[in-house]
Structures are given as structure tokens and as C-alpha cells.
């Protein structure tokens, strides 16, 4: 299928049923989540927890850092346990033992024989997983040997949570802060949070044999185990990888098959007197501060990493006192999205006018007033953030001014909307600059058309951030923030990028307009066709029923087809970027283009497949495997994209001037070799080693402080430092190089070169 028209159908068609699919499963979701009890009261009638309760316990925890210290159903940092599951264990261990005392007059349920732990575990079993709540009454009735170990459980964590001397060396390992939690009617509510997330993951579905979370985590005392829906469709996500490639290598054989006319390519850069106008000029400010957002992320990166083997100290200083880890961490992923979303943003404001060749009243304006909006919701959403950590902006503040807890989407309400409404205005400053060209009968007014329905799905898919409130289901708030996470960044980010790299290829006259579309709205329909529902593996154990779960193994499985093409856009670009002897000039930024390439095939397929089945990812999430896909796909694919972008507007910015190769040279290799270091030194055998754990001892087990304070993890960790290293330089270098091209500008000799000089472009025949 090459008519553009007929992509065009089939790109509207597979949007308007992915999305349709996927608000169903939204629906889904919220029919089968697990309930959030009025009261839970034991059989004798006295109340332990409201609802009340659970719903404050849940802001204390998000005030904290939520998500960034420790997780919760396995979403989050990997230093503190899975609350979750470590409160569901403490849990059982205190009836086993309780229960050993009593029956058999042991010391407790480790000393009992095997025949009698059988039985201990065959009581605890029936009486966690059955489902005790009355939805007529909202009421969940517990015995009251549960509510005293729900005492004692939550007796620990007001402990570990405050100043106890007692609990000291356990905040130490979990990198916690003393008096994370200063208040104790906070530190005993939030418990009540816990204990509601550990029951959901015990409890048994109405009329079903599973659990809210599909029995996870793995707990093999209650016999919490992959349920046989995770086999079947883990299964079927490899016959429908296998499929999907087999059918992608026969288009593309059919595709290329036939003889396209040569494409003569121009002698000189078409692009090399392109006059910026003022507009893309005050484009670079956006790229200046990208470097200083990527620089302060990687220093924070280290500090986070370094936390792990220190918990409160850095080399002696009592650094938690002031950035604790929950802030570290926090600004530290929250700013790889932020200067990556920066690169999109300033590349998508310079590229509209060099499009149309047309440059809206006010631009220059509005481009300026967005790069001042945008600095001030970064510093404003941090500070706000600091302060939350700190226990210093109170609960009732917390949601809109401070910590939302959610990873990639903890800023505070307030800043959400602010951002929202720079998107907005991103989105209308690039609109009316590619207006004219979308009106007009241009050739390339359908690359220019995808570029901006991807501007519009960036500016109004940010809304999915703003569709949760403050005491919105746990269950609920995880669907949209992976609409957020997964289609804004995964998603959308992507075809725009996909969109500007082949509107720049035309532009250099190095791919005839018809045969770049084409391929963009394949590349596009492809990608969408597992990543709109591939959204839904995020979601396997966040309460969701079995269908979301079918439907995630499915789609996600397709995400990695895309992938099998790769090798063959990889190769095209090197060919591209060696056509012609002035290509030498985007040597750099196709080089960065090729990294992508790579780290799409290992980041995003290799170890994004290795976690994404069902029965992968009930033994992964969470573990340190979960990070090896996050950073090899994050930074290797959208953030080697991002400065690839980046290199091509400045190159446009500064079209006379020389550029330093080596400075580029070592950037590129030192980060790509850096990643890769960081990614097989520590992360890779890491998480190896804790899903043996898992597998062996229950997921409890490989998140807990005796298995992360073991001496080979701290060896693990400290073996990050020379590909944290390699890593810096790298982006040292290309600070460095931006620098120099404005303080220390070198004017390329503008001597042309002859015709008839160099030799010949592949198999086109026509000359350099």
C-alpha cells in the first residue's frame, strides 16, 4: 500500500479503535479494582481502619516522595521495599509465628517441623485470601489475630518512619531520612495506606481464585503465584511477535521489490544558506538550558546511585538532612523528561518557520515568553517538591503546590496546569508557523500534516496528567499516568521526531517527498499499532482485571515489531548521511540518529520484551531489570534522539561556523559506551541476581534490606562509577561544544566545492 491516501484511512482507523479499546479497558479497570473500604472492623466489632484513613495515609505517603522511595505494587524507586509487599509479609510472619506459640508451643513458625508449617500455612492461607468485604456496607471484617498483627506491623513502620534508634540502621539501608514522617498521626495513617495496598494484593476477586493484583507479588506462604493467565498470554505475546515480524519482513520484501526511479542528489548543502529567522534564533536559549537541565540531571543521578551504598551520607556529609534520596530521585528522573521534552519543543519551534518559509508576527514573542514559563515551572515545581519532602508545605497544600508521589508525574497540580497551558501555547506557535504550508498544495504537505497532528497529540495528551484528583483509586490513577508516561513520551514524541528527521532528509534533498511520506506514515501506523494498547502492560498487577492483562501481553508484544525495522532505517540513514561529500557537515547528528537506532533494538526491544509478557514482569517489576530497560530505552532511544535534534537546529542556527569533531566524537562515544557500562556492570547482573531471588524466596525477599545490603550489590553499585564516569565526559564534551560555538565561533572556509569533485553516491549514479 503506497498511496498516501489510502495511510491516511488506515492511520484514522487503527487511532480511532486503539483509543476506543483502550478507554474500554479504562472502564474495565474501574468496574474491578479493588475496593477502598468505609471502615475495616474485625469480627469483634471494633473499628481499626476508615476510610478516612487509608485516604489521608495515601497523601502522607505521597507528600514523602511516594513512588520515589520504595513502591507500591511494584511502581517506583528500588532502594526502600515494595511497601506493598513488605508489609503483606511482616503480616504473615506475625500470624505464623503467633499462631506456632499457640498451637505447637514453639518459639515460632521457623522452629516448627515441616508437617506443622504445612498446616500453619494452609490456615493462612484460607483466612488472607478470602474476601471478608461487604460492598452493601463497605465494610471489611478481619479476626482479630489479623488486627493484632496489623498492630504490630504498623507499630514498625511508625518506627522506621520517624526517629527511632531502633529502626536507625534500616533507614539507612532503605536511604531513608530521619523523621521522614515527623508527624505520628501521619506515620500511623499512612500505614493504613499500606495495609490497604498488601490487602488487595492477598484478597481473592469476588467469585474468582485469584487476587485484585493477579497474585501478585510472588508470596509462596498465602500461595500467591503467576495465575495460569499469565502463561497462556505471555504465550501468545511471542506468536504474536513472531507474527508481526514475519509480516513486516514480507512487506518490506514486497515494498522493495520494485525499481524506484534514481533520486538525483543536490551538489551542494541546500540547507547551508538558510537564513534563521529571528524566531529560530531565540530557539537556542531552549538548547542552552537543555544542557544545564541534562548535566544537573546526571549529578543528581550519581548522588541517587551513590545513596544506595551510603543511604544518608555522601563521603562523610550528612547530605539526607538537606536532599534527601526521595529528592534526588525525584528531580533526577523528572528532569530526564523535562530536557528531553525541551529538545522536542525547541526543535519543533525552529523546524515550523524553516518549513514554511514563513514567520508569524510575534513569534520571536511568544517563543521567548514560553522559555520564560517553562523555567519558572521547573524551579517553582521543585521548590514545591523540596518543601513536601522536607514535611514543610502540610497535607493540604501538598497535592497542588508540592510532591504528587507518582513517578514522572509528581509535580503539583498547580505547575500540571501551567504546563499544560505552555503546551497549549507550543502548540499554537508551531501550528500558525506550519499553517501556510498545510493550506497550500505543497508536495511535502503530508509529512508537514503528521508533524503537526504529532504537535497537537503532544500539547493535549499532557491532559491526561490533570484527569486524576487527589483521592482518586489508586487503580485509576495508574491508567492515566501511564497514558502520560507511555503515549505522550513513548508514543507521540516518537512520531514527531520520526516526522522532523524525514522533513530534514527532503529538505537536504537527500529523499524525494512521495517516497519520505510513505515511509513515515508506515513507520507511524506500525508504531501505533502496539503502542497505543501496548500501554496496558504497565498495568498488569495495578488491579486490573484478566482481559486489560490479555490485551497488554498482546499489544506490547507488538511494540517490538517496529523494531525488526530498525536495522534497515539505521542502514538508510548511514547511506544518507555518506551521499553526498557536504553531508559531512550532519555527520554528527546522523551519528546520533544511528545510536537510536541501536538502543531501540537493545534498550526498547531486547530489554523492554525481557520484562513485558505477563510472566516476565510479575517476577521483574520492580526489580533492577525494570531500570536497565528504563535507561538503555529513555536515554538511548528519546534522549540520543533529542540531542540528534538538537545538533541538526544548531547546525542551522550557526550554518557558517566550524565545527570541533573531536569535541562531538567524544561526546558521542563516551556517552553511548558509558550507558552501555552502566547497563551490564551494574544493572543487568543486579537484576539477575534479584529475580533468582524472587523466584527462590518470594518478591519481598529480593527488595528487602538482607538481600540489597549484601556485599556483591554494594560491589554492583560501586562498579557504576566508571560508566557514570565515561558518561559525564561525554556530556561535558557536548556542553563544551555548544559553548564553543558561541564564544569561541571558528567560520568554516566558504570556499565550494568543485563540481565534478568526489565520487559517486552509491548505486544512484549520480554524482556527489
Known amino acids: 500500500m503506497t498511496n498516501t491516501k489510502q495511510l491516511w484511512i488506515f492511520l484514522a482507523v487503527l487511532l480511532g479503535v486503539s483509543f476506543a479499546v483502550l478507554l474500554w479497558s479504562g472502564n474495565q479497570i474501574y468496574q474491578a479494582a479493588p475496593p477502598v473500604p468505609e471502615e475495616v ?21 505521597q507528600s514523602m516522595g511516594g513512588m520515589q522511595l520504595g513502591s507500591i505494587w511494584g511502581h517506583g524507586g528500588y532502594v526502600a521495599p515494595d511497601w506493598s509487599a513488605d508489609w503483606l509479609h511482616r503480616e504473615l510472619m506475625f500470624l505464623l509465628d503467633r499462631w506456632a506459640q499457640e498451637e505447637y508451643d514453639t518459639a515460632g513458625y521457623e522452629e516448627s517441623s515441616n508437617q506443622q508449617k504445612a498446616a500453619l500455612r494452609g490456615r493462612l492461607t484460607a483466612q488472607m ?87 501478585w507479588p510472588s508470596e509462596p506462604l498465602i500461595e500467591n503465584r503467576p495465575p495460569s493467565s499469565t502463561f497462556l498470554w505471555s504465550a501468545f505475546s511471542v506468536i504474536f511477535l513472531l507474527g508481526g515480524i514475519a509480516l513486516l519482513g514480507w512487506h518490506y520484501a514486497v515494498s522493495h521489490s520494485r525499481e524506484e526511479e534514481p533520486h538525483r542528489l543536490p551538489e551542494f548543502d541546500p540547507m547551508r544558506h538558510l537564513k534563521p529567522t529571528p524566531s529560530m534564533m531565540a530557539t537556542a536559549k531552549y538548547f542552552w538550558v537543555l544542557l544545564a537541565l ?44 523535562l530536557w528531553i521534552a525541551l529538545a522536542w519543543l525547541g ?34 515545581a521543585f521548590v514545591g517538591q523540596w518543601l513536601a519532602v522536607m514535611q514543610e508545605l502540610g497535607l493540604e497544600n501538598n497535592f497542588y503546590f508540592g510532591h504528587q508521589g507518582w513517578e514522572y508525574a509528581d509535580i503539583g497540580r498547580f505547575w500540571q496546569y501551567f504546563l499544560f497551558i505552555g503546551l497549549l501555547l507550543w502548540l499554537f506557535l508551531v501550528g500558525r508557523a506550519l499553517w501556510p504550508t498545510l493550506t497550500g498544495n505543497s508536495e511535502s504537505r503530508s509529512i508537514v500534516g503528521l508533524l503537526f497532528l504529532s504537535t497537537v497529540a503532544i ?46 532528509f527532503t529538505r537536504l534533498g537527500l529523499l524525494p517527498v512521495r517516497t519520505a511520506t510513505v515511509a513515515v506514515l508506515f513507520a507511524t501506523i506500525i508504531f501505533m499499532a502496539g503502542g497505543v494498547l501496548g500501554t496496558l502492560h504497565h498495568l498488569y498487577f495495578a488491579g486490573s482485571p484478566t482481559p486489560v492483562l490479555a490485551l497488554g501481553a498482546s499489544f506490547s508484544a507488538l511494540e517490538v515489531v517496529p523494531l525488526a525495522y530498525v536495522g534497515f532505517e539505521a542502514y538508510h540513514h548511514y547511506r544518507l548521511g555518506v551521499a553526498t561529500r557536504w553531508m559531512q557537515r550532519y555527520r554528527w547528528p546522523v551519528m546520533f540518529f544511528l545510536a537510536v537506532a541501536f538502543w531501540n533494538l537493545v534498550g526498547a526491544g531486547l530489554f523492554g520484551f525481557l520484562i513485558n ?30 540531542i540528534g535534534l538538537v545538533l541538526f537546529c544548531l547546525r542551522g542556527i550557526k550554518p557558517n561556523l566550524a565545527w570541533p569533531e573531536g569535541t562531538l566524537k567524544v561526546s558521542f562515544w563516551c556517552l553511548n559506551i558509558g550507558l552501555a557500562l552502566m547497563a551490564l556492570l551494574t544493572l543487568l547482573p543486579l537484576g539477575v ?80
Not at 199 to 212: F, G, H, K, L, Q
Not at 355 to 373: A, F, H, I, M
Not at 726 to 741: D, E, K, P, T
Request: contains cysteine.
Open 129 to 215: 485470601r478470602e474476601n471478608t468485604y461487604d460492598p452493601e456496607s463497605g465494610t471489611i471484617t478481619i479476626s482479630q489475630d489479623r488486627a493484632e498483627a496489623i498492630e504490630a506491623v504498623s507499630a514498625h513502620y511508625e518506627s522506621l518512619f520517624g526517629n527511632d534508634p531502633e529502626t536507625a540502621d534500616l533507614r539507612e539501608a532503605y536511604a531513608m531520612k530521619n523523621d521522614t514522617v515527623p508527624d505520628p498521626e501521619n506515620r500511623q495513617v499512612m500505614s493504613a495506606f499500606f495495609w490497604w495496598s498488601a490487602w488487595s494484593a492477598a484478597t481473592e476477586r469476588p467469585n474468582d481464585s485469584i487476587t485484585y493484583t493477579n497474585n
Open 41 to 61: 472492623v474485625t469480627t469483634e466489632g471494633e473499628t481499626v481502619y476508615t476510610r478516612a484513613d487509608i485516604e489521608k495515609g495515601r497523601r502522607v505517603w
Open 347 to 380: 526543535t519543533g519551534l525552529y523546524i515550523a518557520p524553516a518549513v514554511s518559509n514563513y514567520e508569524p508576527p510575534y513569534q520571536r514573542l511568544g517563543v521567548n515568553l514560553l522559555w520564560l514559563c517553562l523555567l519558572i515551572i521547573v524551579v517553582g
Open 689 to 768: 541476581m534479584q529475580l533468582f531471588a524472587s523466584l527462590e524466596h518470594g518478591y519481598w525477599y529480593a527488595r528487602s534490606a538482607e538481600f540489597m545490603q549484601q556485599p556483591i550489590v554494594d560491589l554492583l553499585v560501586w562498579l557504576r562509577v566508571p560508566g557514570d564516569t565515561i558518561f559525564s565526559i561525554g556530556a561535558l564534551a557536548l556542553a563544551y561544544f555548544v559553548i564553543r560555538l558561541w564564544v569561541f565561533p571558528r567560520r568554516e572556509d566558504e570556499q565550494p566545492v568543485e563540481q565534478g569533485e568526489g565520487a559517486y553516491a552509491g548505486s544512484t549514479g549520480y554524482r556527489r
Open 459 to 504: 500539547g493535549l495528551f499532557f491532559g491526561a496528567a490533570l484527569m486524576w484528583g487527589e483521592n482518586t483509586h489508586l487503580s485509576i490513577v495508574e491508567y492515566w499516568r501511564w497514558w502520560l508516561v507511555h503515549l505522550w513520551v513513548e508514543g507521540f514524541f516518537e512520531v514527531f521526531a520520526t516526522a522532523v528527521i524525514a522533513f530534514l
Open 613 to 642: 509478557p505477563p510472566l516476565s514482569l510479575y517476577y521483574m517489576q520492580g526489580l533492577n531489570l525494570t531500570p536497565l530497560h528504563g535507561h538503555t530505552a529513555l536515554f538511548g532511544v528519546y534522549g540520543m534522539l533529542g
Open 294 to 337: 541534562f548535566l544537573l540531571q546526571i549529578l543528581l543521578g550519581a548522588i541517587t546511585a551513590h545513596y544506595q551504598v551510603e543511604g544518608q551520607v555522601m563521603y562523610g556529609f550528612e547530605l539526607a538532612e538537606i536532599l534527601p534520596y526521595s529528592i534526588t530521585r525525584t528531580w533526577h528522573t523528572q528532569l530526564a523528561v
